[in-house]
């Protein structure tokens, strides 16, 4: 017995099931993303005024990032377009494309996580603290590319016109040092937002790209035997893409530039 | 081989991409369907579409991070600038690429409850300003 309504639109809903699936689907994601967002608000309204970071992320990078989720999107619903226009052969390329953003847009924020995990804020024993990304870590020192500030509150707007950008190589015996931390989650609430929201979002870009992988592959074969029911089951990869795509637009100016 | 019922339906989606107000049960509208489903050139207008919708979210990105570089007097103009793009960059992929400005009813009922309920979790942060804890420690 085959499965109902995979093409034929059914009577009561005027839909294919599966779009009224990835609507409920979409729905409760919706209501994932939305507590993340709302956990935000709540740590940076909390937050002291000159302690919550801005300008801590690479802008062009995000930009970059947001330029190539986007590309995928309009390659996303033009590889739908062809198959409604019954172009398999483009169908392949605009998909082909898709896979290849979605891998560029994971390498990229591959590369701003390990730039997060390789940057420390060490505190010394004399009160200074060192700020910059570890080229060297040995039993007796360790070795960043980066600056001493004399209050830690400067550490925090690197958007601000006063802020120092100079970088300089220094030599830290072990000894000297009290306190050593990388960027990590557990540094800052910023940072435990940003990567639980941005580690969401790669999931859920990985996952996006698994399925649209599968259709551009082994599960293309189905394009011979049913068209109708192929073109459908890449509308819905595409609805979910483009929600993956939505859910960015918001994190980039959040999380990035205000 | 595509069955007449599979050919119907795509018919119908691409009619209801257009904007046709096509009733199910009416043959009339399935006919016109069909017709509309024979001409690619129709689609091709929606392929311009799409493109446009594209190089508008393009320059809003654009837009976003110049407008991120300009001191509007306080921060909170900067958000609110920042989010008014966002919004509107939204929207374009919810209604052209998502094809949400001509869905079924059924899709608009989902979002509503969808949009209530992510309201709700939103104004949940303003109450929150209201229900400090005893003792807490404000700076």
Redesign the interface.
């Known amino acids: 017995m085959d499965i109902p309504y995979t093409v034929a639109i059914r009577p009561d809903t005027g839909l294919y099931n599966a779009k009224v699936g990835i609507w409920l689907f979409l729905a409760s994601e919706v209501m994932l993303f939305g507590a993340l967002f709302s956990a935000y608000i709540l740590l940076r309204v909390g937050a002291q005024d000159d302690f919550w970071p801005h300008g801590w992320l690479n802008i062009p990078l995000g930009t970059l990032n947001t330029l190539v989720l986007i590309t995928s999107s309009i390659t996303t619903v033009l590889a739908w377009a062809s198959c409604k226009m019954n172009q398999f052969g483009r169908f392949k390329v605009f998909h082909a494309c898709t896979l290849i953003l979605a891998a560029t847009f994971v390498g990229i924020k591959s590369y701003e996580y390990h730039d997060k995990f390789t940057h420390y804020e060490i505190t010394l024993n004399d009160g200074r603290i060192a700020d910059g990304h570890l080229l060297e870590s040995k039993p007796d020192r360790v070795v960043i590319r980066g600056r001493f500030v004399a209050d830690r509150k400067d550490l925090f707007d690197l958007r601000a016109p006063t802020a120092s950008h100079k970088h300089e190589e220094i030599t830290l015996p072990r000894a000297d040092i009290k306190r050593m931390e990388s960027y990590g989650p557990w540094h800052h609430t910023y940072l435990a937002i940003y990567f639980t929201l941005t580690g969401l979002h790669a999931l859920h870009v990985i996952g996006g790209a698994i399925v649209i992988g599968f259709l551009w592959g082994p599960g293309s074969r189905l394009w011979r035997r049913d068209p109708e029911r192929f073109t459908n089951r890449v509308e819905i990869s595409g609805l979910f893409w483009h929600f993956v795509d939505m859910v960015w637009i918001f994190l980039f100016p959040v999380l990035y530039l205000i | 081989m ?2 007449k ?3 119907a ?2 018919a ?1 989606s ?1 009619a209801s991409m257009e904007g046709v107000e096509t009733e ?2 009416s043959p009339q509208a399935t006919e016109q369907a069909l017709m509309n489903a024979q001409a ?1 050139e129709s ?2 207008r ?2 311009r579409g ?2 446009y ?2 190089y508008a ?2 320059f809003g ?2 837009i ?2 110049g407008a ?1 570089y300009i001191p509007f007097g306080n ?1 909170e103009i ?2 609110a600038v ?2 008014f ?2 919004i509107s ?2 929207s374009l ?2 209604c052209y ?2 094809h949400l400005i001509s869905e ?4 608009y009922g ?2 509503g ?2 949009a209530f ?2 309201l709700g ?2 104004f ?2 303003i109450g ?2 209201a229900d400090f804890p005893r003792h807490t420690v404000t ?1």
Request: glycine share 0%; charged share 10%; proline share 2%.
């Open positions: 595509e069955t019922t599979a050919t339906s795509r119908l691409m199910l049960q690619p689609f091709a929606h392929v799409y493109l919708v594209f979210l393009i990105t654009l976003t991070v991120s921060r900067n958000i920042a989010l793009i966002a960059k939204a992929v919810a690429f998502m079924r009813k059924l899709i989902i979002l409850f969808t309920f992510f979790l939103m949940l942060t929150s300003f700076h």
